[in-house]
């Protein structure tokens, strides 16, 4: 009985302390702009205790009463220190001006230090402003290229903004703008995201160990924050290059209240071939024409309201869209018989996304803040094509018009409620709840037959909407337990629910760091996650043909586990190191069965699929140097990928499709002067796997042949099986591989203050020396001089030596 008062006296001491504290709280921002920073740091030397701003540049600190100094810093600003002698609550609010230091250059938010302090673990957070310094594919800065180069992250196919990581698929990424999902992050085929980075203030990739508040996906977070716009004057910037141009506009409405950033882009790919094609059609003698193109574009727009210092609004919309037409006329005369008839053929593809996120940020008392999110997304693809006919004979006439169109469509409405309380000291909690409706349409064909006659014949094929419900809440709390020891502990509980059947889970989150010295750290975490909607694909370059579909009652959800180990290392204030290794278990992957497509349009899509299992380990490393006048990285990835599938490779275990063993990135700039920088980019990768029916294989003139009567081992192509000569016929997948990867880009960056105009050259080279990276290996039969056939396998290479130009501005 003794031991139940000194129980309680330890349960409640903490808050017996707490009552003799105070709470400092407020919000840090950029002096210049008004712009909230994310993850800045304020500390107080006495009491020896610090917090970072939330995502909103919100921070709340519990300190003892009395005189203490408070220090603000953030990467890249100058610090603020203040005296203050707290004897009761108190609100504070920083804006920390950014240092300007000549031919240097400060790319990250976070200190090495900071990261080495973190629970969190298996996050990058990417420099925006070093996505603009680096060499890109046709001067197109890009976010998901930039995240490729990041251990951990398979690109796919070359040139594409696939994103595969750590063994998972495309469709196991939540990708956020403000906090709303995007379903398709590919324009033009995948060769460019949907990220304009002039509109873009913070994105972060988590690749494992996910916090509670995040969940619906298996492999990583890729959060991706917009501008608020600046609070303090007028500015614009943008852009024009050799495939797209961009302009941005940002400014307050009512200064120091309210904001607004809105930024356009558009590709013109389209308009540059049209001359081409007209002289091309008129040139001709023949009766008749072809036009064609392709285009894309985005808009961001947003804006930020403060009503007071507790209340804040936000909207944020996106809009994009990619468009490839084809269009064929024909005109055929016969004055002699009084006949004529007109043909036209029209196709194409349109697809695109709409987000909308309207925030109510609600400080209820200084140590609980609250934001409230209501979000729309919408993704449609559309393919199409239509034979219109006009044939006249004589005095008669008639019009026959036949159509194709297939489309499939997602779309959410949302609500979210998010809250972040420091409940002591030592315990930072977060909780709150999404619900999300929605709506599915998997593929739906229609065809449409029309004859002058009257005769009209429509038929559609597929299921036009499945409802679903998603809900979601979640706690977590980040503990410091003594001065070394640090952890964050979470649950995640959600439901998915159809017409005919429903699933739940609870996934425990946990991940842990142990301070060996102030500058070095040892990281854990083991996480549970699930998964309700799947990605439909047998497309490798970014087709926007795949499909979103809800589990059912036959395809269950996808779930994995995934634990993690690895150090950190701050070398000095500019440079880090960390050292990962991770083990990923999943389970009901969702794959086409073989020989199946979206094509079978006469197949419920649940009988096109099977289910099976996946694994994936291996380890990460990482070196960064964040500030000076040369920063970058180097990221090195072994890892393996392997899936098992009852209906697939006769049940044989077998490697995923982006299953490399080795990838390395090295990316380097360096800041010459105030006018003048450089930068690099070295990457290097195994070959992904491929799927042949034969057997031997040479190589001859950059072909890779089949000879079945004098089969030699090639030195691009290699066999997962064995080493010496391929022998009998292989029924595992993926059992060869493609050769091996590697580019060098190269860009510089020459600027100059031309009175109000700061403008910006960028010249650059994608793969300088011009290596014959595989696009795609394709199949065909080729004759020798006695006409004897052989299968030859091609190598398609697509993005040799790409030069590019760009011109910027900023005022």
Not at 259 to 273: A, H, N, P, V
Not at 333 to 353: R, Y
Not at 644 to 653: A, P, R
């Amino acid at each position: 009985m003794n031991r139940i008062p000194a129980l309680l006296f330890l349960v409640v001491f903490p808050y017996l302390v707490q009552a003799q504290n105070v709470v400092l709280s407020g919000t840090i921002s950029d002096a210049k702009t008004g712009e909230t920073l994310l993850s800045a740091n304020i500390y107080a030397i006495s009491a020896q205790k610090g917090s970072v701003s939330n995502n909103y540049g919100f921070y709340s600190l519990i300190l003892p009463r009395g005189t203490t100094k408070i220090v603000c810093s953030y990467m890249g600003y100058q610090s603020q220190e203040v005296e203050l002698n707290l004897t009761a609550n108190q609100t504070l609010h920083f804006q920390l001006q950014p240092v300007i230091e000549l031919n240097e250059v400060v790319i990250m938010d976070k200190s090495p230090q900071q990261n080495v302090q973190n629970t969190q673990m298996s996050m990058v957070e990417l420099p925006v402003i070093q996505v603009k310094q680096l060499p890109v594919l046709l001067g197109e800065a890009d976010i998901i290229k930039t995240l490729q180069l990041m251990p951990g992250v398979q690109s796919g196919t070359e040139g594409s903004s696939g994103i595969y990581v750590r063994g998972g698929g495309p469709d196991q990424n939540l990708i956020l703008l403000d906090g709303v999902p995007v379903y398709n992050v590919n324009h033009l085929f995948g060769f460019f995201s949907v990220f304009n980075a002039d509109a873009i203030k913070s994105a972060s990739l988590t690749k494992g160990g996910f916090p509670a508040r995040y969940g619906g996906r298996l492999s990583s977070v890729i959060d991706v924050r917009m501008k608020d716009g600046n609070m303090k004057e007028f500015h614009s910037e943008g852009s024009v290059g050799l495939l797209s141009s961009q302009l941005t506009l940002e400014g307050p409405i009512i200064k120091d209240r309210t904001s607004f950033i809105i930024s356009g882009r558009r590709s013109y790919i389209d308009l540059l071939t049209y001359p081409a094609q007209w002289l091309s059609n008129h040139s001709s003698n023949e009766d008749g024409s072809t036009y064609g193109g392709m285009f894309f574009y985005d808009l961001n727009g947003k804006i930020n309201h403060r009503i007071n210092d507790k209340n804040r609004l936000y909207l944020s919309v996106y809009l994009g869209k990619d468009k490839f037409y084809m269009k064929d006329s024909y005109t055929y005369e016969d004055s002699e018989n009084q006949t004529s008839a007109d043909f036209v053929s029209k196709g194409g593809l349109k697809w695109g996304n709409a987000t909308t996120a309207l925030r109510w940020n609600h400080l209820y008392q200084s140590r609980l803040f609250s934001n409230m999110t209501l979000t729309l997304s919408d993704y449609t693809f559309k393919t199409y094509f239509s034979n219109e006919n006009q044939i006249k004979n004589g005095t008669d006439s008639r019009k026959e018009d036949i159509s194709f169109e297939y489309y499939s469509r997602i779309r959410d409405y949302g609500v979210q409620y998010d809250f972040d309380y420091q409940l002591h000291y030592n315990h930072y909690l977060r909780f709150g709840l999404k619900n999300t409706l929605h709506t599915f349409s998997p593929g739906v064909a229609v065809t449409r037959e029309n004859f002058s006659s009257n005769q009209s014949i429509d038929t559609t094929y597929g299921r036009k909407n499945i409802p679903a419900n998603e809900f979601n809440m979640y706690v977590e709390d980040e503990m410091t337990l003594g001065t070394r020891f640090k952890v964050n502990a979470g649950l995640h509980f959600s439901n998915f629910l159809l017409t005919d059947t429903s699933y739940h889970s609870l996934e425990p989150r946990v991940s842990a760091r142990f301070l060996i010295t102030d500058d070095i750290s040892l990281k854990a975490s083991y996480v549970q996650m699930i998964q309700y909607i799947n990605l439909l694909t047998n497309s490798t370059i970014g087709l926007p043909t795949d499909l979103w579909v809800p589990a059912t009652r036959r395809i269950y959800p996808q779930n994995s586990w995934q634990t993690a180990l690895g150090a950190a290392w701050a070398l000095n204030n500019q440079t880090e190191f960390t050292l990962e290794g991770f083990y990923k278990k999943m389970y009901h992957l969702v794959e086409y069965k073989e020989g199946s497509s979206f094509f079978d349009l006469n197949t419920e899509w649940e009988d096109l699929v099977t289910q099976g299992e996946g694994e994936s380990y291996g380890m990460e490393f990482l070196v960064q140097k964040n500030s000076g006048k040369t920063t970058g990285w180097i990221g090195y990835t072994l890892s393996w990928s392997l899936r098992n599938f009852d209906d697939i490779s006769f049940g044989k275990t077998f490697p995923y499709k982006y299953d490399r063993r080795h990838d390395i990135a090295i990316v380097a700039s360096h800041k010459f002067s105030e006018r003048f920088d450089m930068g690099a980019i070295w990457v290097f990768g195994s070959g992904t796997a491929l799927t042949l029916a034969d057997e031997y294989f040479i190589n001859f003139d950059g072909a890779f042949s089949f000879d079945r009567n004098n089969p030699t081992h090639i030195p691009g192509i290699t066999n997962n099986i064995g080493n010496s000569g391929y022998t009998g016929h292989f029924e595992t997948r993926n059992s060869f591989r493609v050769p091996n990867y590697h580019r060098l880009d190269l860009g510089c960056n020459f600027h100059k203050q031309k009175s109000r105009i700061y403008r910006t050259w960028s010249f650059g080279v994608y793969n300088v020396y011009a290596h014959n990276n595989p696009f795609f290996i394709y199949q065909t039969t080729e004759y020798d001089d006695a006409g004897k056939a052989h299968t030859v396998l091609k190598q398609f290479s697509l993005l040799n030596f790409i030069p590019y130009v760009r011109w910027g501005f900023k005022f």
